[in-house]
């Protein structure tokens, strides 16, 4: 179906918000606000940070089947919740579980008289999760009708964030029993509701390690030095990497993480660093790849060549990779958000981001990345912080989205 003729999805959304059912659904994102925030607050008083999301998890599918869903938990991870009778291709409506940072106690994730939250993954993900129980909800307390979306799940996936490698999305478009069946993919992630991702940005990860005998720092004097390598290693790469575009194509890199050493007069036995590696076209990561390497190599050699004693190994390591792809300019998914976007009033721009929606775009699958409405900021910090003014906006158009989805904007009908 031709992502043109944008009078269709016009007429269809009048229609839409004129069927009673859809009607007391927007309505119920608005007069249950509060019931939300619960719902929000106390997810994200659950730590899950990347590899242990099981608690939450579970907390997540309980609430689910609270909601009237049929719910699978997969051998990922992953939470599926169908709340109403599926036969056909589906629709998935996605949040990641995890977080980069866990809170150490529920007393660590506060509440503010405005409505603020504040603490580890308020914003990332935990609106996103937020919204999937809201959705959920909604369709279980509104009266049911044939304009609500229907063969469409919602999933509470894991391992989207660091080293997680996107494990949950990759199980459930190549290895799930259901991975035949999907037919797109909304992902929500973080609130903010003023961009559409459509295009994935490609990502290699690597770690730098050294290794040596290590010694005394006095006595042992002159012996090769792995922190020494590893410095030299990342100051030979970045001051390389002058230009952050290659060939039209914007590409970053970021040494997120060190360790190494044990005392201030000992020389280490070893030294690490990992790396990040993005890029908006994921055949133009090879030139730094290559770049990275040879840094590698270099700085091995040089400092082998000034000890006087034990000489280093060195090694490069690849941890991670996140395929890019890029959603056609003339999908019918991208002319649904906008449709949605333009009756809703929503100034939305189309950007490109590392998030799930990299799985399914690399496989060719029409998939977006966008927020779940309220405002943040903060995400991956320790103060990270969640506003729920305008959530009920961006819940409204994720339900219009769908119901535009079910009527043939994902595909066949």
């Known amino acids: ?61 309980a609430q689910f089947r609270k909601l009237g869903c049929e719910v699978q938990v997969d051998r990922a991870g992953n939470v599926i919740a169908f709340p109403r009778a599926r036969s056909g291709p589906l629709v998935a409506v996605t949040a990641h579980l995890d977080t980069v940072l866990a809170p150490r106690s529920r007393s660590e994730i506060t509440i503010e008289p405005d409505g603020r ?4 993954g308020v914003a990332d993900n935990g609106a996103g999760l937020a919204a999937l129980l809201a959705i959920a909800a909604a369709l279980h307390y509104s009266p049911p009708g044939p304009d609500l979306p229907a063969d469409f799940a919602l999933i ?80 030979l790469f970045t001051d390389r990497q002058l230009n952050e575009t290659l060939n039209g194509s914007r590409c970053s890199f970021n040494f ?48 082998n060549r000034r000890a006087s004693g034990g000489r280093l190994a060195g090694k490069l390591r690849e941890i991670g990779f996140r395929p890019g792809g890029r959603l056609p300019v003339d999908s019918p998914l991208l002319a649904c958000i906008q449709a949605v976007d333009a009756h809703l009033g929503i100034r939305s721009r189309l950007d490109s981001a590392s998030t799930d929606a990299n799985v399914p775009l690399s496989l060719g699958l029409p ?39 079910m009527r043939g904007g994902a595909g066949a009908p």
């Open 117 to 120: 939250l504040r603490g580890p």
């Open 256 to 303: 997120g993480w060190i360790e190494g050493g044990t005392s201030i007069n000992a020389i280490p036995r070893s030294a690490r660093a990992k790396v990040d590696l993005r890029c908006e076209r994921e055949e133009d990561l090879e030139p730094w790849i290559q770049s990275l390497s040879a840094a590698v190599e270099e700085a091995l050699q040089m400092e």
């Open 156 to 235: 509470a996936n894991v391992g989207e964030e660091g080293e997680g490698n996107l494990s949950g999305m990759r199980y459930l478009c190549t290895a799930s029993p259901l991975a035949s069946r999907w037919r797109a993919f909304v992902v929500l992630d973080g609130p903010a509701i003023d961009h559409i991702t459509c295009q994935g940005i490609a990502s290699r990860r690597f770690e730098i390690c050294y290794s040596g005998p290590g010694g005394h720092s006095w006595s042992d004097a002159g012996t090769a030095n792995p922190v020494h390598a590893l410095s030299r290693a990342i100051t």
């Open 367 to 405: 998939a977006i990345a966008i927020g779940a409405g309220g405002q943040g900021g903060g995400a991956h910090s320790d103060t990270e912080w969640y506003h729920p003014e305008g959530r009920d906006l961006g819940l409204k158009r994720i339900l219009l989205l769908l119901c535009l989805l």
């Open 1 to 61: 179906m031709s992502a043109g003729r944008p009078s269709r999805w016009k007429s269809l959304l009048a229609e839409l918000t004129e069927s009673p059912a859809v009607r007391e659904c927007l309505q119920w994102f608005t007069r249950e606000k509060q019931w939300i925030q619960e719902q929000h607050l106390e997810v994200c008083r659950i730590p899950a940070p990347t590899f242990f999301e099981q608690r939450r998890a579970e907390w997540m599918a």
